[in-house]
């Protein structure tokens, strides 16, 4: 009879321990996730939003179409890109995927 009530006792807290270690692998997925995946896209996206608050006239850039060209006029959403002289776009800031260092359109002409 003793023996009996003894496992019945220790059968109860096993159990709490068990449900959670079932969770636990799940825990440490979402957390190789973040650190992998979630983290490093947060902060490109907070890179790429910097660039484009930091875009000013006479920059060099590439957009997300391949164009490449040097920025004459900018506004609140819109930048007008010379592509060469006389040739104006207006394009959305968006649109821009990379700030080319200082030079860059003349080494390649």
Same mark, same amino acid.
């Given at each position: %009879? =003793?023996?009996n009530?003894? *496992?019945? +006792?220790d059968?109860?807290?096993p159990g709490?321990?068990?449900? =959670? %270690?079932q969770f636990a692998? %799940?825990?440490? /997925? *979402?957390?190789?996730f @973040? =650190?992998m995946l /979630?983290r490093? #896209? #947060?902060?490109?996206?907070?890179?790429?939003?910097? %660039?484009?608050? +930091?875009? +000013?006239?006479?920059?060099e /850039? &590439?957009?997300?179409?391949?164009?490449?060209?040097?920025? &004459?006029?900018?506004?609140? #959403? @819109?930048l007008?890109?010379?592509? &060469?002289?006389?040739?104006e776009?207006?394009i959305?800031r968006?649109?821009?995927? #990379?700030?080319?260092?200082?030079?860059?359109?003349?080494?390649?002409k």
């Amino acid at each position: %009879m =003793f023996i009996n009530t003894a *496992f019945a +006792a220790d059968a109860a807290a096993p159990g709490v321990a068990a449900g =959670f %270690m079932q969770f636990a692998p %799940m825990v440490v /997925i *979402f957390v190789l996730f @973040y =650190f992998m995946l /979630i983290r490093p #896209q #947060q902060k490109r996206a907070k890179e790429q939003k910097a %660039m484009l608050d +930091a875009l +000013a006239k006479g920059d060099e /850039i &590439s957009t997300t179409g391949g164009l490449i060209g040097k920025i &004459s006029k900018v506004s609140e #959403q @819109y930048l007008t890109l010379e592509l &060469s002289d006389g040739v104006e776009i207006l394009i959305q800031r968006a649109a821009v995927a #990379q700030r080319l260092e200082k030079g860059t359109l003349k080494n390649n002409k």
